[in-house]
């Protein structure tokens, strides 16, 4: 691995480019461990504070991942850790949770759309089938229910094989899960709700199978705006 010694007074930054530069040509993936501390500081020619500071950021960033006992370790970019610092800045403009909801809606449609074309067989789509099987047996346990909801809109994510979707995905659903009206135990524990949800659900999932994408959209925008309705 090849570093510069830092000349720039604002030396965290320097540092944190460097590294961000390493994994991006390849030299670093997710899952190795940087060097310790000390060997940082030497190899870039700058104080163990300076490192430190470096490695702080790094971490708020999503970029690493610092292990006690392990060490400091190059992590699939989880942007939870930043995101769990700065929501409170983000959710403060009235108009962010309304303009969150329709870019979630805008997210879910064409991920949707795009499954749905693509013509899958029900084997691909055992996953949401499993979670769906789940709901049924939830009954009244909102919290499971809950939990069962989130998996749901995940996976349909993560079926399009778009980790920047996904990576979006997650961004919005932790920003919305922090607002005051987004709600989904709220929505859930709303009189007929929790039927009403699962059979959306299995609407979504059954029109998914069928490779019938104006379907598959219509259900999941009707579903979105009576969860967006109960909250």
């Known amino acids: 691995m090849e570093l510069k010694t830092v000349q720039t007074q604002k030396i965290y930054k320097n540092i944190v480019e460097q590294i961000v530069d390493l994994i991006h040509d390849g030299s670093l993936k997710c899952g190795d461990k940087l060097p310790p501390e000390r060997s940082l500081a030497e190899m ?10 470096a490695l702080k950021v790094m971490e708020i960033m999503g970029i690493i991942e610092i292990r006690p006992g392990e060490g ?19 959710i403060a403009n009235e108009n962010t949770e309304r303009d969150l909801l329709e870019f979630r809606k805008i997210l879910e449609e064409g991920s949707i759309r795009h499954l749905a074309l693509k013509g899958n067989s029900v084997e691909f789509y055992k996953g949401l089938k499993d979670i769906i099987d ?4 939830a009954g009244d346990d909102i919290e499971k229910s809950v939990q069962l ?9 993560e079926l399009t094989g778009n980790r920047m979707l996904v990576t979006v995905q997650n961004f919005v659903e932790y920003i919305l899960e922090k607002t005051v009206n987004y709600n989904r135990s709220a929505a ?17 999932y059954d029109a998914l199978v069928a490779g019938d994408s104006c379907t598959a959209v219509q259900k999941m925008s009707d579903h979105l705006d009576y969860v967006q309705n109960l909250s």
């Not at 870039?44 to 500071?53: A, D, G, I, P, Q």
């Not at 909801?149 to 994510?157: G, N, V």
């Open 44 to 53: 870039l020619n700058v104080s163990r504070t300076s490192v430190r500071e």
């Open 188 to 204: 859930l524990e709303e009189k007929g709700s929790n039927v009403a949800i699962f059979n959306q659900h299995r609407e979504i």
């Open 134 to 137: 789940e709901m049924a047996c």
């Open 72 to 90: 400091s370790i190059v992590s699939d970019f989880n942007v939870q850790p930043f995101l769990s610092m700065v929501w409170p800045v983000i």
């Open 149 to 157: 909801d989130i998996r749901f809109h995940r996976h349909i994510f």
